[in-house]
């Protein structure tokens, strides 16, 4: 993984894309000596939001097999209650 200095990362931000999209690197950006973001491919954003999604929706059945969790809330009363 390739650690970059924000100030750097701006100067140089095509330069890093480039290395993220054709060479497959990960580019760790930092302020003041401490992580602040990454740049990654396209590729692994898209894994990320599938592990993400599948622990959504372990979550959802773990929820939905708890017993405590039988009482059922129309939508209509989430949309008030959230404000939609």
Known sequence: MVKVEATAARNGFSDLINKVRYGSDRVLIE??????????????????????????????????????????????QVKKRLGL
């Open 31 to 76: 302020r003041r000596g401490k992580d602040v973001a990454a740049l990654i491919s396209i590729e692994d954003l898209r894994l990320l939001e599938i592990l993400e999604d599948q622990i959504d929706i372990e979550a959802a059945r773990k929820a939905l097999a708890n017993p405590k969790n039988k009482v059922r809330v129309p939508l209509e």
